[in-house]
């Protein structure tokens, strides 16, 4: 099925350090959200964006939809150990009623002690 | 608070045997969903519903049959386990936030088929 690209795939930082992480699509989207797994646990959604441009924060977590709806970035300023885990994009068009989303491949993340 | 809870965690079953997984959201939602996730494939969408008694098939629906006759619960079967459906799976719900649709995930149920 479809994917999106979601890179990079793995990350290995000193905690402190600032993350970004992005996510490509050859299809157009008008929702774009962003999950973080821990393991053992289901995605928690992170940020939520709704409008091509927009640029939103939770926290030390800042999400941009990208002005062409192909793509869409993440930002962790300030790396803690907690914010290890997988971060998934996930792409949604919807279309009356059809609300599935489109996965990222996730972008595993390491902090090194 | 519950928002979306799945049962069992952790179930271990044999080949051939019917399992059925629950799912149980407290919020109304109209949307509700089925996921697997398996290494080197991510989240694989497996069923969904849009509503009480509508449901149709996503990506990997071969062996799983859902129903959803309440809105609040979503019952996925595996009507005759097979190895293959070894795997982690997750129950999602979507509804509006105000500004758009937002599916929340619950904490996963680890099906092992021996």
């Known amino acids: 099925g479809q994917q999106l690209n979601q890179s990079p795939q793995s990350m290995f930082i000193q905690e402190g350090e600032d993350v970004s992480m992005n996510c490509t699509s050859s299809?157009?989207?008008?929702?774009w959200l962003w999950y973080k797994q821990d393991p053992g646990e289901g995605p928690v959604l992170l940020i939520a964006?709704?409008?091509?441009?927009e640029l939103t924060s939770n926290g030390r977590l800042t999400a941009q939809f990208g002005i062409t709806r192909k793509d869409s970035f993440l930002n962790i300023s300030a790396s803690i150990p907690s914010d290890v885990g997988i971060y998934f994009c996930?792409?949604?068009?919807?279309?009356?009623?059809?609300?599935?989303?489109?996965f990222g491949t996730g972008t595993r993340l390491t902090i090194i002690p | 608070d519950a928002g979306i809870t799945q049962s069992p965690r952790y179930k271990i079953t044999e080949t051939g045997r019917q399992v059925t997984l629950m799912c149980h959201q407290t919020?109304?939602?109209?949307?509700m969903f089925w996921y697997r996730q398996d290494l080197g494939h991510g989240l694989r969408l497996i069923y969904y519903?849009?509503?009480?008694?509508?449901?149709d098939k996503g990506e990997v629906p071969d062996g799983y049959v859902v129903s959803r006759s309440k809105t609040e619960n979503f019952p996925l079967t595996l009507e005759s386990a097979t190895r293959s459906q070894t795997s982690v799976y997750f129950c999602?719900?979507?509804?509006?936030?105000?500004?758009?649709?937002?599916?929340?995930f619950g904490p996963g149920t680890r099906l092992t088929v021996t």
């Open positions: 999602a719900s979507s509804g509006p936030s105000g500004r758009g649709y937002e599916q929340y």
């Open positions: 299809s157009i989207f008008n929702t």
């Open positions: 964006l709704y409008k091509a441009g």
């Open positions: 996930a792409g949604l068009w919807s279309n009356f009623g059809n609300e599935k989303l489109t």
């Open positions: 919020w109304s939602h109209s949307y």
């Open positions: 519903s849009a509503a009480a008694d509508i449901t």
